[in-house]
């Protein structure tokens, strides 16, 4: 299998995620898992932002601003999702955040399917 950059930290992430759908369910809006999220990543021991403003740049002109669902451990990109399933949109925002924000790692985390979704993002576009 191939080494993951930060898997551990997503692996986490996305534990947590598992405890809050086991949890809750499906059918609650993405506000209410995220406000659970929030409660549920410290038992993880991860530490976020919540709703973080990232700002947006293009040719190093600021764009505006976007706010990232979880910015954990000041890395990783999380995005929720409350929905059946997952389309190509979902997964085009999510990938254009990382490049926006220059993140290399991201999670797309869907709570509304009847078992929990997740994809691991990688911004192949990542400047150091």
Same mark, same amino acid.
């Given at each position: 299998?191939?080494?993951? /950059?930060?898997?551990?930290?997503?692996?986490?992430?996305?534990?947590?995620?598992?405890?809050?759908? /086991?949890?809750?369910?499906?059918?609650?809006?993405?506000?209410?898992?995220?406000?659970?999220?929030?409660?549920?990543?410290?038992?993880?021991?991860?530490?976020? /932002?919540?709703?973080?403003?990232?700002?947006?740049?293009?040719?190093?002109?600021?764009?505006?601003?976007?706010?990232?669902?979880?910015?954990?451990?000041?890395?990783?990109?999380?995005?929720?999702?409350?929905?059946?399933?997952?389309?190509?949109?979902?997964?085009?925002?999510?990938?254009?955040?990382?490049?926006?924000?220059?993140?290399?790692?991201?999670?797309?985390?869907?709570?509304?399917?009847?078992?929990?979704?997740? /994809?691991?993002?990688?911004?192949?576009?990542?400047?150091?």
């Amino acid at each position: 299998m191939e080494d993951l /950059k930060y898997k551990e930290i997503t692996g986490k992430v996305i534990g947590a995620s598992m405890e809050v759908h /086991k949890v809750l369910g499906n059918g609650f809006q993405e506000v209410i898992y995220q406000r659970a999220l929030a409660i549920e990543m410290p038992y993880f021991d991860l530490h976020f /932002k919540r709703e973080f403003n990232m700002h947006i740049y293009y040719r190093n002109i600021h764009l505006g601003t976007r706010r990232v669902d979880f910015l954990v451990e000041d890395k990783i990109s999380v995005e929720l999702k409350a929905v059946i399933k997952l389309d190509d949109g979902d997964l085009n925002q999510a990938l254009n955040y990382l490049e926006a924000y220059n993140l290399e790692v991201g999670l797309l985390i869907n709570f509304g399917a009847k078992s929990l979704e997740f /994809k691991r993002l990688f911004n192949t576009k990542f400047k150091p």
